[in-house]
């Protein structure tokens, strides 16, 4: 579902008239959509992919840090 709920937004469909056309093949919501259940699986993947780019992030600064020469601290 959510590959082509991401392809159509990509094309510039909205969730209304995606949602017109979506049938949920298995689980609890078989044969259903909802506009709710599509923006929240759109949230989902929004959130997994921001979560995914701070991991990477975070991942390049500590090994930027790693690789910096430690320095000895002076005394005045």
Do not use: N, W
């Amino acid at each position: 579902m959510l590959h082509t709920v991401l392809r159509r937004r990509a094309l510039g469909e909205s969730v209304e008239r995606i949602e017109l056309d979506l049938i949920i093949p298995a689980g609890k919501g078989k044969g259903h959509s909802s506009i709710a259940g599509i923006c929240r699986a759109l949230a989902e993947h929004e959130k997994a992919q921001a979560y995914t780019e701070a991991v990477e992030a975070a991942q390049a600064d500590f090994t930027a840090l790693r690789q910096r020469p430690a320095t000895t601290p002076t005394s005045a």
